[in-house]
């Protein structure tokens, strides 16, 4: 099955005061294109959160922004830490006591510790990041079902385009054997109305309007288009990263289209070329949009 590049995805996880939202959004591109926003206190967890994206988003512009509560604070400040607090508190009045100083302990006296007041980032960051983590999977598993419902919509177009295409080279194939015979006594004719006497030279003369004639059959570039239309059906039903392969696979089908109506000797089969052409057209556009 297929899946569109584009969608939409959010998770919310809580749990006790906090509150952990993931959303993700993607859009067509070449190649995956991970951008994220992540929480001050993460952005240790960076490797670990491009990793999960990309194990499960192959290709597309990626915008990944995680936020954390904590309470109605939008951004989750360090915990603080009581026993730093409390050994704080202990050296300061130890301080004062060696100098005499008998000023009441301020906050601002504590604030000069704020370095040790507060339980490290990573550890806080490693504690929450299960959460994280929990957050981003269920936004993509939401961005994935979104495009998942896009590519079976896709899928659907495309093979109302490829069954175009098989029509038109129905026809092709169907007429393509008369308007060969057709090319060769048409030529045939003309050459009767060049040449005074043939009875000498007729049959190197229908040998080689014969090669003429060839170089007017399509047969040889309709089987290897139809060939290429059964790869095409079979990546869409099979391959999990059919983007890039079925770009691939349009391109050598335009190639046979081209060739069929160079060849083309008969206004049927360039119609029907032109047709095909047309729809290879609306297929190469809307496959740009498949991972």
């Not at 929990?134 to 495009?147: C, G, K, P, Q, T």
């Not at 070329?273 to 991972?291: A, F, M, T, V, Y």
């Amino acid at each position: 099955m297929i899946s569109s590049m584009t969608g939409y995805g959010k998770g919310i996880v809580r749990k006790n005061d906090i509150t952990i939202e993931a959303e993700i959004k993607s859009l067509n591109s070449r190649y995956l294109d991970l951008s994220l926003r992540l929480p001050k206190f993460l952005m240790n967890k960076e490797f670990e959160v491009r990793e999960k994206v990309k194990n499960r988003v192959k290709r597309g512009k990626v915008y990944l922004n995680v936020s954390v509560r904590k309470g109605d604070l939008e951004e989750r400040f360090n915990e603080v830490d009581p026993a730093a607090v409390k050994f704080a508190v202990k050296t300061i009045k130890e301080i004062k006591k060696a100098a005499k100083i008998t000023d009441k302990l301020k906050l601002n006296d504590l604030m000069l510790f704020q370095n040790m007041l507060f339980k490290d980032d990573n550890e806080q960051a490693s504690e929450e990041f299960g959460l994280v983590a929990e957050a981003i999977d269920l936004s993509i598993d939401n961005l994935n079902e979104m495009r998942a419902a896009e590519g079976s919509q896709l899928e659907k177009e495309l093979r109302k385009r490829v069954q175009i295409i098989e029509t038109a080279l129905n026809k092709i194939e169907n007429v393509s054997d008369e308007s060969v015979k057709e090319y060769f006594e048409k030529i045939k004719e003309k050459a009767n109305q060049l040449v005074a006497d043939l009875s000498n030279n007729q049959e190197r003369l229908n040998m080689e309007l014969a090669l003429i004639a060839e170089r007017a059959d399509v047969t040889e570039e309709c089987v290897r288009l139809r060939s290429h239309i059964k790869m095409f059906l079979e990546t869409i039903e099979k391959s999990d990263d059919a983007g890039r392969k079925l770009n691939f696979i349009v391109q050598e089908m335009n190639r046979e289209a081209n060739t069929i109506n160079s060849k083309s000797v008969s206004s049927e089969i360039s119609h029907s070329g032109i047709s095909i052409k047309e729809e290879i057209e609306k297929i190469r556009e809307q496959i740009q949009n498949i991972e």
